[in-house]
């Protein structure tokens, strides 16, 4: 970069040390209740957790004299979460006619704080000032939803398909 005839030369060197644990997990039931109805029960949860701790180096030259150098060191977690369950029912009136319902619910979580500590140096090594940053997200969403079908076969060029459904959301 050329700035009144001054080269500015930037030297950035990263080391990132991320590390992820995953868990998860399924667990359903379905329940015959009698000969035309069946419950059901569906749990599953998701857990990822991401850490890192990482450390920037950059060297500013200016007319090719090391002039500054900084350090950030930052560390950073990121949590995602997400555990859901659903009741289930299907009911059989006769061949041809049947009627589901589902009630599902959502919990989603993404948790990311972030913390830096900004080093900075002049050309000789001496430390000139430092200051830390913190930022955090946290994104908690939750999911429910409600659905009922009907389906009713006429014949065999005629059939009746209707559902409703609601959904609600934080």
């Known amino acids: 970069v050329l700035k009144d005839t001054q080269v500015i030369e930037n030297y950035i060197h990263t080391m990132r040390d991320p590390v992820v644990l995953f868990t998860n997990g399924r667990l359903g039931l379905d329940y015959q209740w009698n000969k035309k109805t069946v419950v059901g029960v569906l749990v599953s949860g998701f857990h990822r957790n991401w850490t890192m701790d990482a450390v920037n180096n950059t060297q500013i030259y200016l007319d090719k004299s090391l002039d500054t150098m900084v350090r950030i060191d930052n560390h950073e977690v990121h949590k995602l979460t997400n555990i859901s ?28 704080p972030v913390d830096y500590v900004n ?11 430092q200051f830390r940053t913190k930022s955090d997200k946290e994104t ?3 999911f429910w939803v409600w659905s009922a079908d009907y389906n009713k076969k006429f014949s065999s060029k005629f ?7 609601g959904t609600w959301s934080e």
Do not use: A, C
């Open 159 to 165: 059939s009746l398909e209707t559902g409703v459904k």
């Open 119 to 129: 080093y900075y140096y002049d050309g000789n090594g001496e430390p000139l000032f």
């Open 85 to 112: 369950g659903n009741l289930n029912m299907l009911h059989n009136f006769n061949e041809g006619e049947r009627l589901s319902m589902d009630l599902d619910y959502i919990y989603y979580k993404d948790l990311n």
């Open 140 to 142: 908690p969403i939750k």
